[in-house]
């Protein structure tokens, strides 16, 4: 016979948690929502599988949206609008729809490549030299013929 509380775990926390993840609540919020400890959450995401499974679906669903904000941000997108005057004398606001044409946004679209393109776009280039290179072997070459003609 085990020993301590029983759990106040439901299968169906397994559903709840799946929404609460898509929406983008952390794991403090959702123990909040739970009422309970975050370390029981912890523990939950352990021994029930299914909410564990609920929870990383969930988590991925948010991240794939901000990606694809992120994305949009970087390219620039268009919106639709409305403009409200009050005209002097008017009985009632004007509405105006627009299109409003959103500018990309140069650190989201850094941001991007740092993390799509590592390698073209970290701020640290590591550039690798080797002997064998046959710029260097002539370069080094031809110091060994000024060094010995120096010697003479």
């Not at 909040?32 to 370390?39: A, G, I, L, T």
């Not at 609920?54 to 390219?75: C, N, W």
């Not at 639709?80 to 008017?90: D, G, H, L, S």
Request: proline share 4%; charged share 35%; aromatic share 10%.
């Amino acid at each position: 016979m085990a020993g301590g509380r029983p759990t106040k775990y439901d299968p169906d926390f397994a559903r709840q948690a799946l929404k609460l993840a898509e929406l983008g609540a952390t794991d403090q919020e959702m123990a909040d929502f739970f009422e309970v400890e975050v370390r029981t959450l912890y523990r939950w995401k352990h021994d029930h599988d299914e909410f564990c499974q609920s929870l990383k679906t969930g988590k991925e669903v948010a991240d794939e949206r901000v990606e694809r904000s992120l994305y949009q941000r970087a390219i620039g997108y268009e919106q639709e609008e409305v403009k409200i005057f009050m005209p002097a004398n008017a009985e009632a606001p004007v509405y105006a729809p627009f299109r409003a044409k959103i500018a990309p946004d140069t650190t989201a679209a850094i941001f991007w490549l740092k993390n799509r393109r590592k390698n073209d776009w970290r701020d640290k280039q590591e550039i690798e030299h080797s002997a064998s290179d046959t710029l260097a072997q002539a370069i080094f070459a031809a110091r060994q013929r000024t060094e010995a003609d120096d010697a003479r």
